[in-house]
């Protein structure tokens, strides 16, 4: 006699087991998943990963955690030291928060990460997103982990639709949410095998589809992969000649300088005087620069 067929798994549950199965063989060895990783790097590898990929991310983090090891020896840097090391990362603003965050691990907690969402979500910088990862990647705990990537997967094969909203919606944390299997171990190989999957799989351009573990439980793929229902809403963002650019060429100019720049080396032929005003009133706000000398001959600096 035959044995009887498995009972199939349901399709979240096999979602959930495929993946953790696939990221199992398929991981990607990065600098801040090594076993002597400290659960202060995974909290830097994420506020550094936020807006900045992978392989710009991993050079710089290895330098910044040899020089940098612990939240104390952050809060005791130099901001100037800090935006330097910071580099081409981009969103600058998040190297001075990191660093407050720093000193409000080495103050409020003695120098130790929480393990705990509502105590990450308490510090400067840390959002859902990043406290749920920290959680999940330092700790090895349960948390709702649901970065763009893994919006998508779930978007995509429970959805069926071809992106996430623009902006997170609550139906979507719920449907995550239901996702996350009861044990802490499995939710946090879920979360990292999840993410990984949207990142070197299921990528928003173009999906490897034909390499997926879970392309037969695809709902957007077995809908014949109608578009995206959110195209109108989302624009796609320039780089030339936007703020940003500005503001990064600023800061670029200065982690280069060991001194004070005069204002009048920041203007070329052709810029525009008053968004270049705009951009340094912008980084002296934000606390990522500061002006030094009389009102007619000022230059501008990396904070102290
Ligand atoms: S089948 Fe394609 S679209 Fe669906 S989850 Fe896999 S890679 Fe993404």
Same mark, same amino acid.
């Given at each position: 006699?035959?044995?009887?067929?498995?009972?199939?798994?349901?399709?979240?549950?096999?979602?959930?087991?495929? =993946?953790?199965?696939?990221?199992?063989?398929?991981?990607?060895?990065?600098?801040?998943?090594?076993?002597?990783?400290?659960?202060?790097?995974? #909290?830097? &590898?994420?506020?550094? #990963?936020? +807006?900045?990929?992978? @392989?710009?991310?991993?050079?710089?983090?290895?330098? !910044?955690?040899?020089?940098?090891?612990?939240?104390?020896?952050?809060? $005791?840097? &130099?901001?100037?030291?800090?935006?330097?090391?910071?580099?081409?990362?981009?969103?600058?603003?998040?190297?001075?928060?990191?660093?407050?965050? /720093?000193?409000? @691990?080495?103050?409020?907690?003695?120098?130790?990460?929480?393990? $705990?969402?509502?105590?990450?979500?308490?510090?400067?910088?840390?959002?859902?997103?990043? /406290?749920?990862?920290?959680?999940?990647?330092?700790?090895?705990?349960?948390?709702?982990?649901?970065?763009?990537?893994?919006?998508?997967?779930?978007?995509?094969?429970?959805?069926?639709?071809?992106?996430?909203?623009?902006?997170? =919606?609550?139906?979507?944390?719920?449907?995550?949410?239901? #996702?996350?299997?009861?044990?802490?171990?499995?939710?946090?190989? !879920?979360?990292?095998?999840?993410?990984?999957?949207?990142?070197?799989?299921?990528?928003?351009?173009?999906?490897?589809?034909?390499?997926?573990?879970?392309? $037969?439980?695809?709902?957007?793929?077995?809908?014949?992969?109608?578009?995206?229902?959110?195209?109108?809403?989302?624009?796609?963002?320039? !780089?030339?000649?936007?703020?940003? +650019?500005?503001?990064?060429?600023?800061?670029? #100019?200065?982690?280069?300088?060991?001194?004070? @720049?005069?204002?009048?080396?920041?203007?070329?032929?052709?810029?525009?005087?008053?968004?270049?005003?705009?951009?340094?009133?912008?980084?002296?706000?934000?606390?990522?620069?500061?002006?030094?000398?009389?009102?007619?001959?000022?230059?501008? +600096?990396?904070?102290?």
């Amino acid at each position: 006699m035959r044995p009887p067929s498995p009972t199939p798994l349901p399709p979240a549950a096999a979602l959930v087991e495929r =993946t953790v199965a696939w990221f199992g063989e398929n991981r990607r060895d990065l600098p801040w998943r090594a076993p002597d990783r400290t659960a202060w790097g995974v #909290l830097v &590898s994420e506020v550094m #990963l936020q +807006q900045t990929p992978v @392989v710009r991310v991993a050079p710089v983090w290895t330098s !910044w955690m040899q020089r940098w090891p612990t939240p104390r020896a952050l809060a $005791d840097a &130099s901001t100037a030291d800090v935006l330097r090391a910071w580099g081409r990362l981009g969103y600058p603003r998040r190297a001075l928060r990191l660093q407050e965050c /720093a000193r409000a @691990v080495a103050e409020r907690h003695a120098g130790v990460v929480p393990d $705990d969402e509502d105590a990450l979500r308490a510090l400067p910088g840390i959002g859902a997103y990043t /406290a749920a990862a920290v959680v999940a990647f330092a700790y090895g705990g349960r948390s709702v982990v649901l970065d763009t990537n893994v919006r998508r997967v779930v978007a995509r094969v429970i959805g069926g639709h071809a992106l996430p909203a623009p902006t997170q =919606t609550a139906a979507e944390v719920r449907r995550a949410a239901a #996702l996350v299997p009861a044990s802490a171990p499995q939710a946090a190989a !879920w979360a990292a095998a999840s993410m990984e999957l949207g990142a070197v799989v299921c990528t928003a351009r173009s999906p490897r589809c034909a390499r997926c573990p879970v392309a $037969d439980l695809c709902a957007w793929r077995a809908a014949g992969y109608p578009g995206d229902v959110h195209a109108d809403r989302r624009r796609a963002q320039g !780089w030339a000649g936007t703020d940003r +650019q500005v503001r990064g060429r600023v800061m670029g #100019l200065l982690r280069a300088a060991a001194g004070p @720049v005069p204002l009048a080396t920041f203007t070329t032929d052709g810029d525009d005087a008053a968004q270049l005003r705009r951009c340094v009133d912008g980084l002296v706000a934000d606390g990522l620069v500061q002006r030094v000398g009389p009102d007619d001959d000022v230059s501008l +600096q990396l904070p102290a």
